[in-house]
T-cell receptor
Framework: DTEVTQTPKHLVMGMTNKKSLKCEQH?????MYWYKQKAKKPPELMFVYSYEKLSINESVPSRFSPECPNSSLLNLHLHALQPEDSALYLC????????????FGEGSRLTVL | KNEVEQSPQNLTAQEGEFITINCSYS?????LHWLQQHPGGGIVSLFMLSSGKKKHGRLIATINIQEKHSSLHITASHPRDSAVYIC????????????FGTGTSLTVIP
């Protein structure tokens, strides 16, 4: 199994809603990442989890809250988002925090109304 | 100035043509990755290079560490190769943080 699975694929939410994006991998990878990608731009790193601990937070607003319940799962909780947060949210994993290829999911396309 | 520069930004080719995409970087790196992104989102890692050359099917990637330059070649291009190709330079000892190029949008016409 060399897949990173993200759900949902599409999400539309209002600015007062609370929703979550989910990411799962079963490759035994110990580093997992959330990226945000706007149209025609490269991905921007948001968070890195290393051995289930948050190791990097790239000054992301608190309306985005990551969670790593176990080594296979990564969530991104969303609350009180703004329309400018609409983007493709990509999850990725790698064998370790400084090694290995990045394996990406298909992404969750978020629209905030 | 971006730490990673890609060229060209856009590329249109006829099916069967040999394609080259270039990536130059100005910082120290621990590895150079080539990524492919199709319309609609998902990113696939094509190569991870720290030296020399790698080949996978019709794709070849090379890196020259001294010149801080990498190339991605596609032989016998096909319409299914149409995608955005992104060069990503892994920053040493930063927990797998990357400098990303701005991508090359490739369209292969039948």
């Amino acid at each position: 199994d060399t897949e990173v699975t993200q759900t949902p694929k599409h999400l539309v939410m209002g600015m007062t809603n609370k929703k979550s994006l989910k990411c799962e991998q079963h490759m035994g990878h110990r580093a997992m990442y959330w990226y945000k990608q706007k149209a025609k731009k490269p991905p921007e790193l948001m968070f890195v989890y290393s051995y289930e601990k948050l190791s990097i937070n790239e000054s992301v607003p608190s309306r985005f809250s990551p969670e790593c319940p176990n080594s296979s799962l990564l969530n991104l909780h969303l609350h009180a988002l703004q329309p400018e947060d609409s983007a493709l949210y990509l999850c990725a994993s790698s064998l370790g925090p400084n090694t290995g290829e990045l394996f990406f999911g298909e992404g969750s396309r978020l629209t905030v109304l | 100035k971006n730490e990673v520069e890609q060229s060209p930004q856009n590329l249109t080719a006829q099916e069967g043509e040999f394609i080259t995409i270039n990536c130059s970087y100005s910082v120290g790196i621990s590895a150079l990755h080539w990524l492919q992104q199709h319309p609609g989102g998902g990113i696939v890692s094509l190569f991870m290079l720290s030296s020399g050359k790698k080949k996978h099917g019709r794709l070849i990637a090379t890196i020259n560490i001294q010149e801080k330059h990498s190339s991605l070649h596609i032989t016998a291009s096909h319409p299914r190769d149409s995608a955005v190709y992104i060069c990503a330079a892994r920053r040493p000892n930063t927990g797998n943080q990357f400098y990303f190029g701005t991508g090359t949008s490739l369209t292969v016409i039948p």
